[in-house]
């Protein structure tokens, strides 16, 4: 290898280890904005709705509300995760994203005996290539529910 193709080959390795470098810096510099939306449940607490960095979005735990309301969709874990689901989906569209976006999601759960009912009423709204994801048993959630949803997404 010549001396003009060993400095054309430092050269591009430089400058592409400058454009990653570039592209880390440009996320932390993205503006954090909060997302809200009259469609899904208001805060119980102080929080957000979500978040959005760059091209992530941080939704906070979600739980089978109805929106406008202080009442559950239903006593069950089916309609309650229905619920729960059916607002992130709101969120994320305020957002301008969709649930094919969301890559990670965390289940609070308040009885390990709901798992299976839970998952018949999660798993058609992921039918492809659902998100990464991990349940745990809760001692209590928020106005008792049975079950709170909180999910990340990327587009």
Not at 20 to 49: C, F, L, M, W
Not at 96 to 122: K, R
Not at 134 to 155: C, G, N, Q, T, Y
């Amino acid at each position: 290898m010549n001396k003009q193709s060993i400095c054309f080959l430092l050269s591009f390795s430089l400058l592409t280890g400058c454009i990653e470098v570039e592209n880390e810096t440009n996320y932390s510099d993205a503006p954090r904005k909060a997302i809200h939306t009259e469609d899904a449940p208001g805060s119980v607490g102080i929080y957000s709705q979500a978040i959005q960095k760059g091209n992530t979005l941080y939704l906070s735990g979600q739980i089978g509300l109805i929106p406008g309301s202080r009442d559950f969709a239903g006593e069950d874990v089916q309609s309650q995760t229905r619920q729960a689901l059916t607002n992130i989906q709101k969120v994320l569209e305020a957002a301008e994203f969709e649930l094919s976006d969301v890559v990670e999601a965390t289940i609070f759960i308040s009885e390990m005996d709901d798992y299976q009912a839970f998952n018949e009423a999660y798993k058609p709204f992921f039918p492809k290539s659902p998100p990464a994801r991990a349940v745990v048993e809760v001692a209590r959630l928020p106005l008792d529910a049975k079950v709170e949803i909180k999910v990340s997404a990327v587009r």
